[in-house]
């Protein structure tokens, strides 16, 4: 196994800011990608009735079945705006089960058929790890924003500046256009520019935000 050095700090810091940087992006595409025209989400997202009646469940079970897992999240990324309290609600494995099996899964095996071939540092395994860890939990991190009770690692993180603040992440919920990463927050500034750039050249339009039929 490969030997520890100073390297390993910086490498879990750098991987930090690559899942939080990943993080931003994923939520900037899945808030401005347009959901599926033809297939009635308008009616979900501006139901004005109880969420918990039978008719809208009846309504949420039968227009989730007519669309594709990728359309969902993109439904469930802007459904969460203006209801950002349901997000808080969701069960651990529902907030990470898809980041897991799209992206940590596959890289950790990567990692580990990498590691019979090849002598990897320790440094770059760590940088990884961090990578995963907070590739994995961004959904999990992002839902903490928004519920009052979390478990003693998050608050801790808050502490260490090594998670985001609920505070922080409300200027996001205030504009819908910046500071789409929810991890730590650290990678908002070149998120925000690049948001901007997109912005400018015509894409990201303001009518992705909401579905329309
Ligand atoms: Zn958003
Ligand atoms: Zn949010």
New binding site residues.
Partial sequence: MARLDWLVLPALLVGWYLADFLSGLV??Y??YRPCPPGKRLNDLFFYAGSRESAEYQAMLRERMAAITPLERLVYD??N??PRPLALGRRSLWRLIGSSVIIAALPISLALNAALLVWPVPGWFAAGVFAFLVGGAFAQLFHASLHRDHNPWFINAGRRMGLLMTPAAHQV??DT?QRD?ATNCGWSNPVVNRLFNALRRRGYLEDAGLVPSS
Avoid: G, P
Wanted: proline letters at 0%; charged letters at 15%.
């Fill in positions: 939520h900037m899945m808030d990324f802007k969460h705006h996001h919920h819908l789409f």
